[in-house]
């Protein structure tokens, strides 16, 4: 159906505009982060993309991330987590497995060591509950560095977490006294 270029290519258009700049194609992001299918669809081809449902679908279903879902009736999409712009995801409180793993990057380690975790521009902090996931996600900046958050010790102390669809844990913050590296 699409090239494995292709895909990539319309995936991460997709993320652009469902996470972080829906309205540069016309598009409202509505309850928990769903827009209409067809209404995108329509933007998507007037900006010459060429997309239809079966593709938007193909995408859809063969993100190894699962960054996209669709609603029961597959009229709304949503992106699963990762947005900047202002979204409710309706995600309910969940006890996180006792440790969960953060990747990141040398350059970051001593900011994250002074200050914990940030959610920076956007909506949570992501963490992972494997930790092949947690290095993956690093090894795109560089020599990863996979940190240890003792999760079930901050779910006691009052901090929340939240478990998206695509199996990402979130939370706001995780303070220094909860990370090991």
Same mark, same amino acid.
């Given at each position: ?29 509505? =309850?928990?982060?769903?827009?209409? /299918? $067809?209404?995108?669809?329509? #933007?998507?081809? *007037?900006? +010459? %993309?060429?997309?239809?449902? =079966?593709?938007?679908?193909?995408? /859809? $279903?063969?993100?190894?991330? #699962?960054?996209? *879902?669709? +609603? %029961? ?109």
């Amino acid at each position: 159906m699409l090239s494995e270029k292709e895909n990539t290519k319309l995936s991460k258009l997709l993320s652009y505009i469902l996470r972080h700049k829906p309205e540069e194609y016309g598009i409202e992001l509505g =309850e928990n982060g769903y827009t209409n /299918v $067809d209404e995108l669809i329509t #933007k998507l081809n *007037a900006h +010459n %993309e060429n997309i239809s449902f =079966e593709i938007l679908q193909h995408i /859809v $279903d063969t993100n190894n991330k #699962k960054r996209f *879902a669709f +609603n %029961e009736d597959l009229t709304k999409i949503r992106a699963s987590q990762g947005h900047s712009v202002d979204v409710e995801l309706g995600y309910t409180e969940q006890q996180p497995p006792e440790i969960l793993y953060h990747g990141t990057v040398e350059k970051f380690l001593i900011a994250i060591m002074k200050d914990g975790l940030q959610k920076m521009k956007r909506h949570h902090v992501h963490l992972s509950a494997d930790k092949t996931i947690a290095t993956k996600v690093a090894e795109r900046r560089g020599k990863p560095i996979i940190l240890e958050i003792k999760a079930a010790e901050m779910f006691a102390a009052g901090y929340t977490f939240y478990h998206s669809d695509n199996g990402v844990w979130l939370t706001d913050h995780v303070p220094v006294e909860f990370i090991e590296s």
